[in-house]
């Protein structure tokens, strides 16, 4: 069978295009916004009246929105249309925080399966493909999201769910699964538990294709897990306030994430200022749904630091893309004044082949200093005798103060000694007494 290489004609516009549908899209949306007692209020607060905001330019009037504005409005304070025209809500997993609450319409979900089978397809998805999600299905947005929209491509899908590693693995080999959605942690986990049932996924698999996403990684981390499993990995980017995945995705070229500009308008901020910053530098991300029904954000502040990737990306789509994400800006550690994020050491440990890809970060204090370890899991083939494994720690040591400037304890153990995580992979233990 052949296929067009594009799932929608709005992934080729060109820039001008793609902004005279953002404008279009914007006026809608913003006169959409006064369905919602919040947004009439901020509007009113601000002294602004939708016909204030004409042009892509103007959307700078509009103030911002926040995790907190979801929080206050908790549950349905922030809907646009009667609720009795709402058909699902997810809620977030709270990861950092209360729970939030976002409301969809029956055409936001199609539209968010549309978003999300564009992704698949754009990395060759097809539906000759079997695809398996390893997500939990229910209120994280990665199950239901991946589910609808590989559904809406055609591939035949096995909806495994989280956990159960031994029943995926089953489920890969019986079924001859293609396609698969993973964080990074449970892929790396996926391998591991394979290796132990004496299974290569690259002879006795069909994997070809890996939407891996929901939490920071590293370049390393990535051609870790395609070597791991001899699939192609591409970066999926998404959070429950936008949908869930379907935001940003990775083009073949895997030179970044195409950020759907059909759907969001994009800024980069500087976290401190609320000032756009350069195309380059590296900020907070902040959306503008164009297409929400149910809960339209405008000029959301997702806390997610990233920036635009100069420059046009050779596969054909004008939409820029986002580089990786570096973190949360609630995620960063700030030690004895250095301000450090968890990804600058997963990007050290990663370079080195004898180590495994769990770690994990504890703050101390330890008799008024601040104090940092990093416990790394080694592989038990690569060091045998003690003094290598000296050896080892100490170089992991010299690099990483090289990379966050101050000087970890680095501790490394045996596989399959530090906790697993069912959901997102806990990286960070503060045990440091606040004064
Ligand atoms: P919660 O906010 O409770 O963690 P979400 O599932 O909505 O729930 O998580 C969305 C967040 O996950 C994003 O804001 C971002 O911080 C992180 N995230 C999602 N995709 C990626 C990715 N590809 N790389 C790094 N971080 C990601
Ligand atoms: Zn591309």
Redo the contacts with the bound molecule.
């Keep these: 069978m052949s296929y067009s290489e594009f799932y929608n004609p709005e992934e080729t516009f060109s820039r001008d295009a793609i902004c005279a549908l953002q404008t279009e899209r914007l006026r809608k949306t913003v006169a959409h916004c006064m369905g919602s007692a919040f947004y009439r209020k901020r509007f009113a607060d601000a002294g602004l009246s939708p016909e204030d905001i004409m042009t892509l330019d103007d959307l700078k009037k509009v103030p911002f929105t926040t995790k907190q504005d979801l929080r206050d409005t908790y549950p349905f304070g922030m809907a646009s249309i009667p609720l009795s025209e709402c058909t699902r809500l997810h809620s977030?997993?709270?990861?950092?925080g209360n729970p939030t609450v976002i409301l969809h319409s029956r055409r936001d979900l199609e539209e968010w399966a549309n978003a999300v089978a564009r992704c698949l397809w754009m990395v060759g998805c097809r539906p000759e493909d079997v695809f398996q999600n390893t997500s939990g299905y229910g209120m994280?947005?990665?199950g239901l999201g991946f589910q609808y929209g590989a559904e809406r491509l055609g591939m035949l899908t096995v909806p495994a769910a989280a956990g159960n590693t031994l029943r995926q693995i089953k489920f890969f080999t019986d079924f001859k699964t293609t396609v698969v959605h993973a964080i990074p942690s449970y892929a790396a986990r996926l391998y591991e538990v394979m290796c132990e049932r004496g299974i290569d996924p690259r002879k006795d698999t069909s994997l070809r294709i890996l939407a891996i996403?929901?939490?920071?990684?590293s370049e390393d981390t990535r051609k870790r897990i395609e070597d791991m499993l001899g699939v192609k990995a591409y970066?999926?980017?998404?959070?429950?306030?936008m949908c869930?995945p379907g935001v940003a995705f990775e083009c073949p070229r895997q030179e970044g994430m195409h950020i759907w500009e059909d759907y969001y308008i994009v800024e980069i901020i500087d976290p401190v200022t609320l000032e756009p910053v350069p195309d380059g530098e590296v900020g907070e991300l902040v959306l503008t749904t164009l297409k929400r029904e149910a809960m339209p954000l405008l000029r959301y502040r997702?806390?997610?630091l990233t920036r635009i990737i100069p420059g046009e990306c050779p596969c054909g789509r004008h939409h820029r893309r986002i580089d990786?994400?570096k973190g949360?800006s609630d995620d960063m550690i700030i030690l004895r004044g250095v301000n450090i994020f968890p990804i600058q050491v997963e990007q050290v440990l990663m370079q080195f082949k004898e180590l495994a890809s769990d770690y994990l970060i504890t703050l101390e204090n330890e008799g008024g200093n601040d104090g940092m370890t990093v416990e790394v899991e080694f592989t038990e083939h690569s060091l045998d005798d003690y003094s290598a494994l000296q050896r080892l720690e100490k170089n992991i040591t010299r690099m990483l103060r090289d990379e966050i400037l101050v000087t970890p304890r680095v501790k490394l153990v045996p596989k399959g000694t530090l906790p697993q995580s069912e959901g997102?992979a806990v990286r960070v233990r503060d045990l440091r007494k606040q004064y």
Excluded at 92 to 96: D, E, P, R, V
Excluded at 235 to 241: K, L, Q, R
């Design positions: 977030s997993s709270g990861t950092t994280f947005t990665g996403g929901a939490e920071p990684h970066n999926s980017f998404g959070m429950s306030e869930g997702t806390r997610d990786r994400i949360r997102k």
